[in-house]
Structure formats: C-alpha cells, structure tokens
C-alpha cells in the first residue's frame, strides 16, 4: 500500500551498484531513507541527466548515449533492475 508520509533523510552520499553485466555504476546525492523497505531510483533526475529511459512490455532500459546504464523488468508495480 502506497503511503504519502515524510520518510526522513539521514544521510546523503555515493552508491556504486553493480548491474547485469558485472559492470559497476555510480549514483551520487543519493539519499539514506532507513524507513523506506525498497530501493528507488528517480527516472526524473536521470532524465534531467540526458539519459534514455525506454519502457516496453515490463522491460526498462536506461541508457546514456550509447552506454547501457541498466535494465530490469516490472514485478508488481515497481520495475527491478537486474543484476
């Protein structure tokens, strides 16, 4: 069930995710949110950043130019990078 309430941010920093291909990337201004039981990541600011979000039949690409940056697919409500 979705809630609207202030979740509190503790920290703010550098996250380096590992995706499919065994390849490391780097999110920075990421924010520490303890409450929050998933991890999210804002299409918004990525497309601020001229990334690519590409969305079709429950499978997500997000690209920069012409590096993939990650995939997943729709599980639920939400879409799940893989790796």
């Known amino acids: 069930m979705w809630s609207c309430a202030h979740k509190e941010v503790t920290g703010i920093g550098i996250v380096h995710i590992r995706i499919n291909d065994r390849t490391i990337r780097t999110l920075s201004n990421v924010r520490h949110v303890p409450d929050l039981k998933k991890n999210l990541i804002s299409l918004g600011i990525l497309d601020s950043k001229s990334c ?32």
């Open 52 to 83: 690519r979000i590409n969305i079709e039949s429950n499978i997500i690409n997000i690209s920069c130019g012409a590096l993939i940056l990650m995939k997943g697919k729709k599980i639920g409500s939400l879409y799940v990078l893989e790796g």
